[in-house]
């Protein structure tokens, strides 16, 4: 859904899809990239393949496919696509765009931050040349979506989360304290689905599984759009309030994963593993309905761009 909403939004231009395990495993993220592309009919746009394990090389990961489907995609086991990923990892080609167009170039990291968090090891100069980085991750003084402590994507390679936290990175944290906020429900997917949006049909098919997990996990009649959410907020920054402070991500035990923000209001006497850490910004509140309706329209609109195009 965000990346058809980012296909959709005239105010950016998209220069390439990353992939990474989270919903899926890596190559299978890869593989459904390349598909989303053909469907939306920009196989122009590169696809480049990320990791296949953690930063700290641990190669137990956790995929959620019981939230999208064993395929990522509501189990509609679409045929595989044409297309191939370019043959580069995705954290050389993060270092290579953002040096090729410093200052420009915003990421939007919508699953676990492997390849960031890579691409800063790879050159020291990452964080600074990079635009912004919006991170759809963190529970900001709310449970998380995976246990109590965590929420998914942090929770996918924590290692990689803080070293992207306290790179010195222009980030944006978007958590599940406001990814929350904004609900598709079932009426709204009544309205894609009576759309003629080539985009809306499309999700209409893919939705079912993920409208049906948060029917039995949440006992809720709708969806939590967290990746457009975190994609509009990159877009149109108006649509969010943020605060500044220090993010740290604890690695281990029982609440590894779990994002905690220091407000920087006390001055701490002892040196400790929260002094001099660069501020990053945590989003705080959301105007859900704006977003709702950016994401309905841009993807009920769809059918109409595509004809033009063609």
Avoid at 2 to 21: D, H, K, M, N, R
Avoid at 223 to 248: F, K, Q
Wanted: aromatic residues 8%.
């Amino acid at each position: 859904m965000a990346i058809f909403v980012a296909l959709q939004s005239p105010e950016v231009e998209v220069i390439g899809l990353t992939t990474i395990y989270g919903n899926v495993y890596t190559t299978l993220a890869t593989r459904n990239a390349l598909h989303l592309l053909e469907v939306a009919g920009r196989s122009d746009i590169p696809v480049v393949e990320g990791s296949h394990v953690t930063i700290t090389k641990g190669t137990k990961l956790r995929i959620a496919d019981f939230v999208h489907g064993a395929d990522g995609l509501g189990n509609q086991n679409f045929p595989p696509p044409q297309g191939k990923p370019v043959d580069q990892s995705a954290a050389a080609f993060l270092v290579e765009q953002v040096n090729l167009y410093p200052g420009e170039i915003t990421v939007v990291a919508l699953g676990p931050l492997t390849n960031i968090a890579l691409a800063t090891q790879l050159d020291p100069a990452f964080s600074k040349n990079v635009g912004q980085i919006v991170i759809l991750g963190g529970a900001f003084a709310v449970n998380g979506n995976v246990n109590p402590a965590a929420e998914a994507n942090i929770f996918g390679d924590p290692d990689a989360a803080d070293i992207v936290f306290t790179s010195g990175a222009d980030v944006l944290a978007v958590g599940l304290n406001v990814t929350h906020q904004v609900v598709m429900t079932d009426a709204d997917r009544d309205k894609l689905a009576q759309s003629d949006g080539k985009f809306a049909q499309y999700l209409c098919k893919i939705l079912d599984v993920y409208f049906s997990y948060h029917h039995d996990a949440y006992g809720t009649k709708g969806v939590y759009l967290h990746d457009p959410t975190a994609l509009l907020a990159a877009v149109n920054p108006s649509l969010i309030t943020y605060l500044e402070g220090v993010v740290r991500v604890q690695t281990t035990g029982i609440t590894r994963g779990l994002t905690l923000f220091y407000n920087k209001q006390k001055r701490f006497g002892e040196v400790t593993e929260w002094t001099d850490k660069p501020s990053v910004k945590v989003a705080v509140t959301v105007d859900a309905p704006a977003i709702l309706q950016l994401v309905m329209d841009r993807l009920m609109d769809s059918q109409r761009k595509l004809d033009q195009i063609h």
